[in-house]
């Protein structure tokens, strides 16, 4: 790069440029994100993660993800993403009395899952720059963050997806840096084990990185067994002292079922009007073409074959939970952990197309990428910025009382406010 500085600037630029239009996104969807902030604030105030001193909150909740064990009140979510707004509230108990902070958790969460997106984003144009010129390595992280579920449901709240996907961009930067650097494969172990406090089915990505890891960087594959450890140890720990097992249930295998898997489930979580991965993200059917042209072409050696086999088993994996549209939410929000492997693997196309010598086929598909980028834009616009599109779920039928409505043309979730008024 002709300019260093711009290794800085140009990072520094996207992440205020996605915080201020993310945080300043008025749709906020924290409805199983509620306890994340009460959980911090016990964790700061008491070092326990029970939710007992909220009764009037759990009470006006319903107990809604509620759990007792041994007496004491439990979100039955994941931790994972509450020790990621531990810091946040901890600065804002510096001027913030806890009942201001309570008073406000929609905002706080709002803002730090905009945070999580826009570190995630440096990643990804990082990941990008090593394979492309600066200015598709912007557009490609530009992508990420305003044409993808980050947009729309990862930085609307403090989900479990957002920190999710944090974690696998930073194992996947750490394992493409390894490629030149063998030794930091190791450390990929670290966030991949986070990986999993956060969200379940990364389990798929652990098992397939190990894997990988194992051919391709044998000799550190102890070491690297021996960084994830240390993180799997710890929440082993804490599972054991609460649950008196290595899982907490919201881990356990039983909650899918195989027997749930078929034809409408698995197409309507790509093609449906309602949750489908490519009606909400056209733009990720350049990250198709990117896989063909990987496989062909051994664009990235064997990560690129893991990466897509780990997207194959987690399309089956959410398609076989019986909650298979994701209750409440915009789009396809089980799909959104795939992300950074998804913008990952458009590389390969855009280096393609960057050098095609065919002139006028060169500009088919890049007006062919620029409308993909511009629908999957207003989808996700749409999202962040209409609290209808939510509303959705709720009007005329209870999307979990009538989860047929994923199939409706008539009435598409990322329409709404434009065109039907309930």
Known sequence: ???????FLIPLFLFILIIITHSMSPVVTNGDS?????????ILN????????YPDLISRSHSYAIEKINGHQYCFFPLGPKLFTVPVVAILKLWRTDHEILEERGLIEKISGSIIVAIAAIFIYSIANMFLSTHLSVLLAFIFAFCTPEWSICSRAMWQHGPSALMLTIALYVLLKAQRRPLLSQFASLPLAFSFIMRPTNSISILFLSIYVLVQFRVYFLKYMFWGAFVATAFFLFNFSLYQSPLPPYHWAGRLNVDNLSLNVLLANLLSPGRGLFVFTPVFILSILGMILSLRKSFNNKLDLFLIVIIICHWLVISSFPHWWAGWSIGPRFFSDMTPYFIYLMIPFFAWLSAL???PAQKSLWILSVLLIGFSFFVHLQGATNSSVNGWNAQPIDIDKASWRVWDWKDPQFLRGLKYQP
């Open 46 to 53: 008491n070092h326990t993660t029970d939710l007992d001193q």
């Open 34 to 42: 509620r306890w994340t902030i009460p959980v911090a604030l016990s």
């Open 357 to 359: 010598n065919n002139r």
């Open 1 to 7: 790069m002709k300019f260093p500085v711009l290794r």
